[in-house]
């Protein structure tokens, strides 16, 4: 198998090159990563030092970078992590998740069509389903998606079904849930808090703090991805989750043990997510499990292992946190609500 991962700098797309070493001797590997704000080089220094890895700057959007790739490196399946991935920047600016998540993903079915590559998948995520209070979604619920990001995600989602319809292109599709591990970039809930408690600064919590996520480790849903690229069905979708559900306070509670801090540190701020919150995200995956594939780690185990990897990997997170773009996001989305707790 001559693999392309996109987005493989990113935090799924790496630890899911790691994976494919592992899992998969013969396997060759071209990373293409365009290296926005999210993707960096020091997040798959290890994997770099493999030569069966090969790694491509560059845009899933240029055809060029992508049609080259295929030529030079005889590419036969591509798994599609890359994208804009962070719901509140998608409400600040949403120009780039519609050029990457959706643009992107029709040139990669369009090369995926013209190369007669034997297989494509697209990551996409449970929030293309929108929010659900009781109960839990199947492949089949309607896709309601509530914020610019997961619409984005929703819009890559559909031309995939949409490919696989009209022109019968082998691209399969799965949607996760909320994903934690290690490498996780420090503006999600996890790594973000993780990181300012370390440093004795406040966490924002937003609202009241009951918002429920179905939280998978990154390693059982790169696990699941590849049981789909391999047995699933060309033109079907796979949910990935753990049936996990945690409210983001019983998260902060473990993140402030962990880190050996106490409730002064967490400060609730009015929700800058607004009506676009989604309050509950929850769905089956049996259709997946039927494949041969189950989550292996166990949630509040391998949290704390998260946030002892994040203690003792200060030298890959703390030049991220430290640039000026990092800062100015966090100037400009939180600054309104955390002022003086910046
Ligand atoms: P991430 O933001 O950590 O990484 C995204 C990577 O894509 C980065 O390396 C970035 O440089 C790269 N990228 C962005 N735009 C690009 C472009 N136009 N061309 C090439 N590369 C580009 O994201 P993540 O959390 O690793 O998520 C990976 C995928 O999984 C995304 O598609 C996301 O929607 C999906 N997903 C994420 C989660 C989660 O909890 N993080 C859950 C379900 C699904
Ligand atoms: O469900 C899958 C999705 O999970 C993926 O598609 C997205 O790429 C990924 O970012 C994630 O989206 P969420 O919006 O659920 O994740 P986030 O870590 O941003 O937020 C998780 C919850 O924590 C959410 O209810 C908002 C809350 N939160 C988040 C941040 C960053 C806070 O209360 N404070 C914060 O500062």
Same mark, same amino acid.
């Given at each position: 198998m001559n693999l392309l991962v996109t987005g493989g700098a990113g935090f799924i797309g790496s630890n899911y090159v790691r994976l494919v070493l592992k899992k998969h001797p013969q396997a060759r590997i071209s990373i293409v990563d365009?290296?926005?704000?999210?993707?960096?080089?020091s997040t798959i220094r290890d994997v770099l030092a493999s030569d069966r890895v090969k790694f491509f700057p560059g845009h899933i959007q240029d055809p060029c970078v992508i049609e080259g790739i295929i030529k030079s490196e005889q590419i036969s399946h591509i798994v599609n992590f890359a994208a804009e991935s962070h719901n509140d920047r998608s409400l600040l600016d949403s120009g780039s998740f519609i050029q990457t998540d959706v643009y992107g993903v029709h040139i990669l079915l369009e090369a995926t069509r013209k190369f007669k590559l034997e297989r494509m998948l697209h990551v996409s995520t449970d929030e293309v389903y929108g929010s659900i209070l009781e109960g839990a979604f199947t492949e089949q619920s309607p896709i309601e998606p509530n914020t610019p990001y997961s619409a984005s995600k929703a819009g890559g989602d559909l031309q995939c079904r949409a490919h696989s319809i009209s022109y019968q292109t082998p691209v399969v599709v799965t949607r996760g849930g909320n994903n934690y591990g290690p490498?996780?970039?420090? $503006?999600?809930l996890i790594p973000f808090f993780a990181t300012r408690l370390i440093d004795g600064k406040k966490v924002p919590v937003y609202g009241d703090g009951n918002q429920v996520r179905e939280w998978v480790h990154v390693m059982d849903h790169c696990s699941g991805i590849d049981t789909v690229l391999h047995a699933g069905k060309v033109g079907e979708v796979y949910n990935i989750g753990d049936s996990n559900e945690r409210r983001n306070n019983e998260i902060v509670k473990i993140l402030l043990e962990e880190t050996g801090r106490? $409730?002064?540190?967490v400060k609730s701020i009015?929700?800058?997510?607004?009506?676009?919150?989604?309050r509950r995200y929850s769905m089956t995956t049996e259709k997946t499990q039927a494949l041969g594939w189950k989550p292996e780690h166990d949630f509040e185990k391998y949290l704390r292992d998260t946030v002892k990897w994040y203690k003792e990997r200060q030298d890959w997170w703390r030049p991220i946190t430290e640039i000026p773009a990092f800062q100015d996001f966090i100037k400009r989305f939180y600054g309104p609500t955390l002022g003086s707790d910046l």
């Open positions: 365009a290296l926005t704000y999210a993707g960096n080089l490498f996780q970039y420090p $503006e999600k106490d $409730e002064s540190l009015p929700d800058p997510r607004k009506g676009a919150h989604d």
